[in-house]
């Protein structure tokens, strides 16, 4: 116990607790939004592009995360778009808390849009045909009919993105660069807690996070209908 309250108590550990917390309540929000607008445009069959657009959001799933990063920093570093995006707004993506949320977005994004997309296709087609006879425009289809069919998937696909993006790694070590007091988030704490041997401290976080993890379980089991 004496180790444990040692641990967190650790005034050094304030700021990565305040980051991941930040990089969490906005991935959290992001996917919502992409997820639902993602899954609604995959759920459509036949239009230009869509092959293109469902192997980009796929591709963090089977994608190693470290040469994802990698690819990631080549092109939104200096000598690529992020040159660009520098000099056009005066401030770039990698090594800063954008690039955090960059990575923590792009991890967890499949893990809503894909269950987002299952749920909208299996929806019946005659639900958006009888809303529009009761003078339903598309946009309250889309409010009334869709999202709350959808809403369940849309919730457990929320839950396993931020467990996920929360014990990223790989992407967020290219992409914020590991910069004590500015990019470090709890992930990449255990990360530097192994590589100078303070075990003790790894051990602590790594239960934290996967005590959150296993609540995560606990709730999508919950959630889960019965067969």
Sequence with gaps: MEALAAVLGDPAL?????LS?????ATLCLHATLGVALGWA?????????????IAVTLPMVFPPIVLGFGLLMLLGRHGLGGWIETGFGAGLIFSEAGVLLASVLVGLPLVVKPVEAAIAALPANLAEAARTLGHGEISIFARVILP?????????LLMATARSLGEVGVTLMLGGNILGRTNTISLEIYNAVTVGEFRRALVLSAALGLFSTLVLIVLRRRAPAP
């Design 42 to 54: 995959l759920s459509k069959r036949r239009w230009p592009g869509r092959s293109l657009l469902d």
């Design 149 to 157: 069919n959808v809403a369940g998937a849309l919730g457990a696909g």
């Design 14 to 18: 304030a700021f990565p607790l305040r």
């Design 21 to 25: 917390l930040r990089i969490a309540v």
